[in-house]
């Protein structure tokens, strides 16, 4: 199998180049706009755009996910495979729904794209938990992809804001929405004017890489000579013995003549075993020592690579376990350059090998690339007939259609494989004239080298692009056509497929027996295949049209069990575009059972699972079966909406059958709105395209409304001719529901013209049809604008209490389907969870009686933030938190740290938690909070107030010290919370001192002496409060109380203080020992 996980040498970090200068003024920008959406830097080669972001990375706190683009990475699926996976390389919980919904996308439109990202978008929220960066280098390698485009876009407008995106490019990325988020302030850029070097930045630079001192006026001589071009001023620099710098640099529309010069003398400078390295090394895009070693067949390349770097050979170290490196561009454009000037031969020689390895690696993309620049077509197409299968399972087709309109014209002609993938590529992307084509010159092929086996396969391919044009007797005429060929004797999936396809057909078709037989036998076919993936995939495929046609045939019961067959493989295969038309067809199910209720329940999970998966297919055919149950419902006005939705959707996708249903059944709704005139000619548009696809059953579908707008209009002869040739074409198939809807229009017409016989005649067969079936739903839906005739036959036909039984269910249901369409009340939005926040003791915050986890604030500084916040209800200045946090950053970096903490602490506790007012941060007094020191000063304060009524003072004190559990913040330490500590202890001291000596007034001195203790064991050095417990102990006659707590105290004076405790103590003392 082909190895489809993302190149990791695309996602890892480069590391810091020696010899690099920082540039403040640049990393002070990036870190003052960390906070907006998109940073784009744009620049021409040369100008250090990648070494900037290199020196960012390095620099910055923030999580930085890094993604090295080049024209590989064209495909929007290998796009955004490398993109969840830069970003699940830091933030391992993150990916796993994404690349869920990634498999089930089969088309990058816009509307297939929406629910990836909004895969995308929620999974960021949800899973990561701080700020962090995407930076997107060499952006210009894709931006000629409208799908790439189309999804950064819509990411950019939907991302939460923790996440944020650096672009560096070449070009001004014109596909991007740079307007409208430059209007909106959610985007910075750095552009040539800001990336060109200084003079005083190329002196700095001159003196730390070579040693040289350049006076300041030549280095702003030099500065404006090249435009602060930096990669002329480094090569110059390598050159500057040589006397090369006068009158060399200049970049005005000469930058790559003046590079190749440049280069060519640094490249000279070299070695030869050096040159000869570089030059045979230059024809990877990612370089390690191994693969080096089998490309260039020596052992030494490590050395070499290190002594390049060691060097400044524009060789840039990629972060990793493994050393991987890579050239920066120009330099690898210069050094292919003139590896192919010097030596053509060796210049395709090597690319070949390169081809070789990467292919026997399975880096399929890679290997036909370099087989291309080697020139060896034959081997880039066979390399491409063994990828071909594994790239079109995993997903990749823009990079498989790429590779395969790479090749030269004559051959691709040559090869039939490749003209049967190229044809297989245009009819999943939708392109059926492109896939027709392409499927026709690769069945010619075939023919002429007698491969009959690779005819078949071409056959039953086109069969398919017939099928899906509606041309279902083409479709099965090819497809018998390859199965005569191939017989039973080998490809089994192959013949399965064929008879899937037939199968599909014939019940397009109407003949329901023959396609029950084929889909039967293709069930069989593929239970014997193999690869599990394959075999299980098509089995479900085939239950859900299994149970397609027992739906249509009326045999419920057997649909559903099909069905839910169906769903169990798709689910076990995570196929969410699968299971979503599934789902539908469970669905209608309940909706021909009458279950109305169930059925928008099943059909509004079959559409969030289709868009969630970017299946139109499945969001078109969901949108119908909506329509139709609101149209039975009487909500004509949603059932417009969702008609003309999914029809708009199966018309751009050619589901032929769709289209026709859409059509018909838009053409009932304006009857029911009493708007014939537009009924009918929907009506008979789909008519005419049902007789296109020469298929019974579509064209009996549209008569039956067509007649019945006609009998409605007064036109009973022509409407009675019209459900006539309707009935005929359904008896074909024994289409038992369609028959009994059919003839119960009859009666109408029969009952209209006076023809009470046939009235009778119809309305039985109708009745008795019902009963085989088992539902008749259909009819009482109906049977709401048939009134008259449902009387008529309850007073008059015999059996006439089944048709009054009819008639009440009908009324019944007239009263409730309102009843039915009514939608559960929104949830009126959640006011902000109670929120409880403990200071005294350990700090805690509490979201609805859960305590918030340390994971959640990812650090503890962001926890301490929270607090500090907290205990300044004032507010404070970004610059006054940071002077407290961060006081050694520059103001640029103080900016990109605060903000990717402040986003940590709001999504720790909640985003309303902390407000920002008048430039201030402050906590939000406005929510639904307690804080236990707010509470505890709050006592305090009222304890204070009421000091003529001890007994409530008491109260108050005792409320405080119970919430005292301990010293504020004693987890933090902190230098900011020591004077708020120390203020809170003081207070929580004097409560005990206070409500100690209520206690001993009260006499209750055993309470007393304990606060006293309590005191003492925060502040031991009171000698006062010694003198109060040793009170205590005389009044309530405790001896050896008093000697007790004495003794403690001298121990306590000696050993802390080298002291002994005062006169008025020892004083004390001898008079309570004595009983004085």
């Not at 250090?48 to 495909?75: E, Q, R």
């Not at 740079?178 to 190329?202: D, P, S």
């Not at 605060?898 to 506790?909: C, D, G, K, Q, S």
């Not at 121990?1051 to 005062?1062: A, D, I, K, N, Q």
Request: proline share 3%.
């Amino acid at each position: 199998m082909m190895n489809m996980s993302p190149m990791i040498t695309k996602i890892l970090l480069p590391q810091c180049p020696r010899g690099l200068l920082q540039r403040p003024r640049l990393l002070e920008f990036l870190h003052e706009h960390v906070d907006y959406r998109l940073i784009l830097i744009s620049a021409s080669a040369g100008y250090g755009k990648t070494t900037l972001l290199v020196d960012f990375a390095h620099d910055t706190d923030i999580p930085l996910c890094w993604y090295s683009l080049d024209t590989m990475d064209n495909d929007p699926r290998v796009f955004v495979e490398h993109f969840i996976a830069t970003i699940a390389r830091h933030f391992p919980g993150f990916g796993k729904r994404s690349r869920t919904v990634l498999r089930n996308i089969e088309r990058f439109d816009r509307q297939g794209m929406y629910p990836l990202v909004t895969a995308l978008v929620n999974e960021m929220y949800e899973a990561i938990p701080e700020y962090f960066i995407v930076v997107l280098d060499d952006y210009h390698c894709v931006e000629d992809s409208p799908a790439i485009n189309d999804f950064l876009s819509a990411l950019l407008e939907h991302m939460p804001e923790n996440c944020h995106i650096i672009v560096s490019s070449r070009t001004v990325p014109g596909g991007l929405p740079l307007v409208r988020l430059t209007a909106r302030r959610q985007m910075a850029g750095l552009g040539v004017n800001e990336l060109r070097f200084t003079g005083e930045e190329i002196q700095a630079l001159i003196k730390q890489n070579y040693g040289l001192d350049m006076p300041l006026d030549k280095a702003r001589a030099l500065a404006e000579q090249s435009e602060g071009w930096i990669t002329g001023i480094l090569l110059t620099a390598q050159t500057m013995w040589k006397q090369l710098l006068e009158g060399v640099i200049t970049t005005s529309g000469l930058g790559e003549q003046v590079y190749e010069y440049l280069a060519s003398e640094v490249f000279a400078q070299q070695p030869e075993e050096m040159q000869e390295f570089l030059l045979a090394s230059s024809v990877l895009t990612q370089m390690s020592p191994a693969l080096c070693d089998a490309l260039l067949e020596r052992k030494d390349s490590r050395e070499l690579l290190e002594l390049a770097e060691e060097r400044n050979l524009f060789i840039i170290r990629l972060e990793g376990r493994e050393r991987w490196y890579r050239y920066h561009h120009l330099f690898r454009e210069f050094l292919q350059a003139r590896l192919r000037q010097q030596d053509e031969e060796s210049f395709r020689n090597l690319h070949r090998r390169a081809g070789q390895l990467l292919a026997a690696q399975e880096v399929w993309g890679e290997a036909i690339s370099h087989y291309m620049e080697g020139a060896d077509y034959e081997a880039a197409a066979a390399t491409l007939e063994a990828a071909a299968r594994p790239m079109f399972i995993s997903g990749q087709w823009a990079t498989l259609t790429r590779l395969l309109d790479s090749l030269p014209p004559s051959v691709l002609e040559a090869h039939p494989r490749l003209l049967l993938s190229r044809g297989v590529m245009g009819l999943e992307a939708g392109n059926l004239d492109e896939a027709e084509r392409y499927l026709e010159r690769a069945h010619q092929k075939y023919v002429e080298i007698n491969d009959k086996d690779g005819a078949a396969r071409a056959l039953i391919e086109k069969g398919n692009v017939y099928r899906l044009q509606g041309k279902y007797g083409e479709a099965i005429v090819r497809c018998e056509r390859a199965l005569d060929v191939l017989g039973e004797k080998e490809e089994t999936i192959v013949v399965a497929e064929a008879h899937r396809i037939i199968g599909v057909c014939h019940e397009r078709l109407g003949k329901f027996t023959e396609g029950l037989r084929h889909l039967e036998k293709a069930v069989f076919l593929f239970e014997q295949v193999s690869e599990a993936t394959r075999r299980l995939h098509n089995i479900a495929m085939l239950h859900h049209d299994l149970g397609t046609i027992y739906e249509i045939t009326g045999d419920l019961s057997r649909s559903l069990h099909h069905y839910q067959q169906a769903i169990r493989y798709w689910q076990e295969l995570g196929k969410a575009s699968s299971l979503a038309i599934t789902l539908n067809g469970i669905g209608v199910n309940h909706y021909y059972r009458g279950e109305f209720v169930q059925a928008l329940e099943a059909m509004q999970e079959a559409l969030d699972k289709a868009r969630e998966a970017g299946y139109a297919r499945s969001e078109a055919y969901t949108l119908v079966s909506l329509g139709d149950v609101y149209r039975d419902l009487g909500d004509y006005r949603q059932a417009l909406e969702v008609y003309q939705a999914g029809l708009e959707i199966a018309e751009k996708i050619r589901e032929g059958f769709l289209v026709i249903y859409g059509l018909s059944a838009l053409g009932e709704v304006y009857y029911l709105q009493g708007e014939h005139r537009q009924a009918e000619a929907l009506v008979r548009q789909a008519l005419e395209l049902a007789h296109q696809h020469k298929s019974d059953y579509e064209i009996g579908l549209c008569l039956v409304p067509l007649g019945i707008l006609q009998y409605e209009r007064g036109d009973t002869l022509q409407a009675e001719a019209t459900l006539t040739q309707a009935l005929s074409l359904f008896q074909q198939s024994n289409m038992k529901r369609e028959l009994a809807r059919t003839h119960f229009h009859l009666a109408q017409v029969a009952f209209l013209e006076g023809d009470l016989s046939r009235v009778s005649e119809h309305l039985n067969q109708a009745l008795h049809l019902t009963t085989v079936l088992g539902h008749d739903q259909f009819i009482i839906v109906d049977g709401q604008r048939t009134r008259p005739m449902l009387e008529y036959a309850a007073a008059n036909l015999e059996d006439g209490e089944r048709f009054q039984r009819l008639l009440e269910r009908v009324e019944q249901f007239s009263r409730s389907k309102k009843k039915m369409l009514c939608r559960p009340r929104r949830e009126e939005p959640k006011a902000p969870p109670g929120l409880k926040i403990r200071a005294l003791g350990r700090g805690e915050v509490w979201l609805n009686s859960e305590l918030v986890p340390t994971s959640r604030w990812v650090a503890a500084q962001t926890r301490e933030l929270f607090f500090f916040i907290l205990a300044h209800p004032q507010g404070l200045s970004k610059e006054q938190i940071g002077a407290v946090f961060w006081p050694d950053l520059s103001s640029a970096k103080l900016h990109s740290v605060f903000h990717a903490v402040m986003y940590r602490l709001r999504r720790a506790v909640f985003p309303e938690c902390v407000i920002f007012e008048e430039d201030r941060y402050r906590f939000n007094t406005d929510l639904d909070y307690w804080y236990d020191v707010e509470e505890f000063e709050r006592l305090c304060d009222k304890a204070e107030q009421v000091k003529d009524n001890l007994a409530r003072q008491a109260r108050f004190y005792r409320r405080a010290i119970e919430l005292y559990r301990g010293d504020y913040l004693e987890d933090c330490y902190a230098d900011w919370c020591l004077a708020e500590r120390e203020r809170l202890q003081q207070r929580f001291l004097a409560a005990l001192e206070n409500l100690a000596r209520f206690y001993r007034q009260r006499k209750q001195y055993g309470q007393a002496i304990e606060l006293y203790r309590r005191l003492l064991a925060k502040d031991p050095y009171r000698e006062d409060i010694y003198r109060q417990v040793m009170k205590c102990h005389a009044l309530s006659g405790d001896r050896a109380g008093i000697i007790q707590c004495y003794r403690e105290c001298v121990r306590v004076l000696e050993e802390e203080l080298g002291l002994e405790p005062s006169p008025e103590t020892q004083t004390l003392y001898q008079e309570l020992l004595h009983g004085e």
